[in-house]
């Protein structure tokens, strides 16, 4: 990949994916998902080959680094509830089954690879956290008996 | 024979001070580059990492825990309290941890400085010591009667410690690499040029 793209060029790739791409997933968490899919693992260097192809690899790299790190910052301010409408939306659109995706996330935890490279560890922690009580709240609204269960 | 015993006793003693002074690996060689740089990382974690408002406020916000009481079974709510005891006490530990860090640093760095004021440096001192003592303070508060116990504190905590960042900073300034600027392709009296 070559070195060091010119900071005009990855703002302007970062905002082609704003416009083109992260327009269409309007939350946050489908924002940060999707953006880490585009990474990969074994270098931690981002790739898109649209993007690569109209620019240059090395700014689509930083300008899918920036969106992610901005997804991140998102997530990390939404609060609690706005965390748990995102994680019931983005199930629903994955096509998955409810209760089959709700036992994934909790065994697997796939968020915990999504965060981007260099986040405080504080920070992703505490993503992780809301994210696994947000999990839990939205597995009791699979309940049947959601409300009737709901506050003591 | 007595003395001998005496003797040789106080001669072995010494050697074994000396063998572990000898040994100690860990000491810190005072003013070395090492101990600037892991100033200049706790400096970072605590600016970046640790104290952003937003970051505070998103975890001792009380929106979350009235939504989790208000609506949310029992379960639950426990559930959110222990997790957000465990941020909070991971919050504080890691604060605690890097103001020690920088006092290390600052009570190393402060014997090269010449032009040392005193009363300064009792303020320095008397605020390191103070914000110590309220991250202890914060973490006995956390563990037994929960993260939404003491907003005040908190709020007291992370502005003295953002103060002292900015003390820092200042002894740390020269690292910055944009100030290594006004060095470059200037030469010292040994002809080395930056």
Known sequence: ?152 | MIALILYLGVGVGLFVLMYVLARRSHAPVEGSAHQFVEARSSLQTLQQGLLPRDLINRIFDRQDLQYVTKKMPAEIRRLFLAERKRISLSWVRRVRLEVLNLMHFHRAHSRFYVRLSLPTEIRLALDFAGLLLACRLLEAIFYFRGPYAAPGMVNLTASAAIRLCMTSEKSLAFLNATNIDQFRNKTTPGSAVV
């Open chain 1, 1 to 152: 990949m070559d070195s060091l793209p010119n900071r005009n060029d990855v703002l302007a790739v970062a905002d082609d994916v704003r416009r083109r791409t992260l327009a269409h997933l309007p939350m946050a968490l489908e924002r940060m998902i999707y953006l880490a899919s585009t990474r990969d693992y074994n270098n931690g260097l981002y790739y898109h080959q649209g993007l690569a192809s109209r620019y240059s690899e090395a700014a689509a790299c930083e300008a899918l680094a920036d969106c992610h790190r901005e997804s991140f910052r998102e997530l990390l301010g939404a609060s609690l509830e706005d965390l748990v409408q995102q994680l019931q939306t983005y199930a629903e659109s994955s096509g998955a089954i409810t209760v089959d995706f709700v036992a994934a996330w909790k065994e697997l935890a796939p968020y915990r690879v999504a965060v981007p490279v260099g986040t405080d560890p504080l920070a992703a922690d505490f993503v992780f956290s809301n994210l696994k009580v947000a999990l839990a709240i939205f597995e009791t609204r699979l309940n049947p008996r959601w409300p009737a269960s709901s506050p003591e």
